[in-house]
């Protein structure tokens, strides 16, 4: 690869005794959108704010193509921000939010205007442009927000929670849009969201942060299909925890043998849970079967069917809704997981509890 556009390299801040970040590594490349997605109180933000130029790093180096930029002032950085929500001058028109950074940095009256313009047309708000933030909706405002961090052709675009304030619709939307207008500008972009949709759908990139560290990063699909610990497993997407008995690298839900894919501690006879998403299980007509269809949600072009078995809390398996048809309430099935190997990790004292019990009465 290219020298990336923005470099982090072990990156830490305290907060008094916390540490905030714990020696994080970044890298965005060109016209990259990279997402940063946890739980609240990662350090997404600070890691965002870092870049910024808002917050500074105790230890740790910021490079700009190349360049270390940690002792530049935050408005000589070159850099969009939007944040959540609130954000624009309420006493401006959007023509005027979208030119203010234009002003600060000595663009003409002319030039500022076209620019402006330009801008709320590229997001769609060219009937609005002479509107005050409390004429506009929330969607609204986030684009005239989009409009005024793109106006001064930032080096990088900083989007913290960008769409959280939004309902799902306009959120849903709003991200099209966005990542439509961040790959026409060809912008390297950091995204700060806690919603795993969002990051899925938009970023090239998505690093999963737990506790001041970024847990792993890679590309949605990388995440999604070969993640790295059961936290991922469960962050990025949704998952069935099946307990099963640990042997030798493997564990033994469903009828099958699974290959831990994930570092562990487990030793033989353990239990540990097989982390399955909904797609990765077969349901199987069988009379004899030990499991039973519970119930049926239609959400749209595929089905979420409910199975209940005896050894274990219920299992959702998703199948195209045609599939679906197949199988009535109530039915006996048989389940088999489409994969070869799974993440592991520890079950809950109810999840062990249940499988030994249902163990026992096999025996
Ligand atoms: N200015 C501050 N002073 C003290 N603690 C802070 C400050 N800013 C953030 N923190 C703490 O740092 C941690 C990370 O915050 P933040 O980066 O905002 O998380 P996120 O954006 O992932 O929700 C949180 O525990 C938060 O309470
Ligand atoms: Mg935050």
Redesign the pocket.
């Known amino acids: 690869m290219s020298q990336p556009r923005i470099q982090l390299t072990n990156i830490t801040k305290t907060?008094?005794q916390?540490t905030?970040l714990n020696n994080l590594n970044l890298h965005l490349g060109e016209a990259e959108m990279v997402a940063l997605l946890?739980?609240?109180?990662?350090?997404?933000?600070?890691?965002l704010k870092i870049l910024a130029g808002l917050e500074h790093a105790d230890a740790g180096e910021i490079l700009v193509d190349g360049k270390d930029i940690s002792k530049v002032p935050t408005r000589k950085r070159n850099m969009g921000i939007v944040f959540q929500a609130y954000s624009l001058f309420p006493h401006m028109t959007a023509k005027d939010n979208v030119g203010y950074g234009l002003r600060i940095h000595g663009t003409a009256a002319a030039a500022r205007r076209k620019r402006s313009e330009e801008l709320l047309e590229l997001v769609s708000l060219a009937e609005h442009m002479d509107k005050y933030p409390v004429q506009m909706s929330g969607g609204q405002q986030q684009r005239v927000a989009l409009a005024r961090a793109l106006a001064i052709s930032p080096e990088l675009l900083l989007l913290d929670e960008p769409l959280s304030a939004l309902d799902a619709k306009v959120r849903s939307q709003l991200r099209d849009e966005i990542r439509r207008i961040q790959l026409s500008e060809g912008i390297s972009t950091l995204l700060?969201t806690?919603d795993q949709e969002e990051a899925l759908v938009m970023a090239d990139r998505i690093g999963v942060?737990n506790a001041g560290i970024i847990e792993q990063i890679g590309t949605p699909g990388e995440l999604y299909n070969q993640p790295n610990s059961p936290f991922i497993s469960e962050f990025v997407g949704v998952v069935n925890r099946l307990p099963g008995f640990y042997q030798d690298g493997h564990i033994q839900v469903l009828g099958s043998q699974l290959l831990a894919t994930n570092e562990h501690e487990f030793t033989n006879g353990d239990i540990a849970v097989a982390l399955v998403r909904p797609e990765q299980i077969e349901v199987l007509a069988d009379p004899a079967g030990s499991h039973t269809v519970l119930n049926k949600q239609l959400r749209g072009i595929f089905t979420s069917v409910t199975l209940t078995g005896p050894e274990r809390s219920p299992i959702r398996v998703d199948m195209s809704s045609r599939s679906a048809d197949a199988f009535e309430i109530g039915q006996p099935v048989k389940l088999r997981v489409e994969r070869t190997d799974t993440v592991i990790g520890s079950p809950t004292k109810n999840e062990a509890e249940t499988l030994k019990q249902y163990q026992k009465e096999s025996n």
């Open positions: 907060y008094g916390k905030v946890g739980p609240s109180g990662c350090g997404k933000s600070t890691t700060v806690h942060m």
